[in-house]
């Protein structure tokens, strides 16, 4: 597909690159929160062509091609349902939000770093199950001891979240950037205001 994109005119402020699209299962549930399941423009408009996706809502921004017109899609749905994933990737990102951004030891929440609650000098791993969120002083403070020789044991037992406990967390800790066409199909399953 060859899409031009630098004849774009000066009214368009945003460039399509600052243009994804969020990507919802046929069931317009979003594929994945964390990390939320969004496509570049590319990808997109790619799926659109290829009948893999409905558009659900569009962005203003136009891209164009010598024989048409594009409106960018914001919010697209997959016409085949993906049966969603239980578990959340392993990623830092998932590890302080099953941790909520809180220093495991002593409850603070910044200067964070991962701690291995058994440290890998004694053959501890680096799992769900054994890295926890923890400030750096603690960290340091805790070395390469034991939990039980340091006296540090982790506030909450680590263990792997399912995708909905980490959900239920990234309530609190809302993403920097949604577009407003997104917001229908994000939280949708929280109470409303009253
Ligand atoms: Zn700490």
């Given at each position: 597909m060859n899409i031009a994109?630098?004849?774009?005119?000066?009214?368009?402020?945003?460039?399509?690159?600052?243009c994804p699209a969020l990507v919802l299962n046929a069931d317009f549930?979003?594929?994945?929160?964390?990390?939320?399941s969004l496509w570049n423009w590319q990808d997109a408009v790619k799926a659109v062509f290829l009948d893999r996706v409905n558009i659900v809502s569009h962005y203003d921004r136009v891209v164009h091609s010598p024989s048409f017109e594009f409106r960018l899609p914001s919010v697209v749905s997959l016409k085949n349902y993906v049966k969603p994933a239980k578990y959340p990737a392993f990623t830092r990102f998932n590890v302080f939000l099953r941790d909520k951004f809180?220093?495991?030891?002593?409850?603070?929440?910044?200067?964070l770093t991962f701690d291995h609650v058994i440290p890998r000098s004694k053959?501890?791993?680096?799992?769900w199950e054994n890295v926890v969120a923890a400030c750096s002083p603690c960290n340091l403070r805790k070395g390469g001891s034991l939990p039980k020789a340091a006296g540090m044991i982790p506030n909450q037992h680590p263990m792997r979240p399912t995708v909905y406990q980490l959900h239920a967390n990234g309530r609190l800790f809302p993403p920097n950037y949604l577009h407003e066409s997104w917001m229908d199909y994000l939280y949708w399953d929280t109470e409303l205001e009253p």
């Open positions: 994109v630098g004849d774009l005119g000066d009214s368009q402020p945003a460039s399509p690159e600052a549930r979003p594929l994945s929160y964390y990390p939320l809180t220093c495991q030891y002593c409850g603070v929440q910044n200067e053959g501890g791993m680096t799992t």
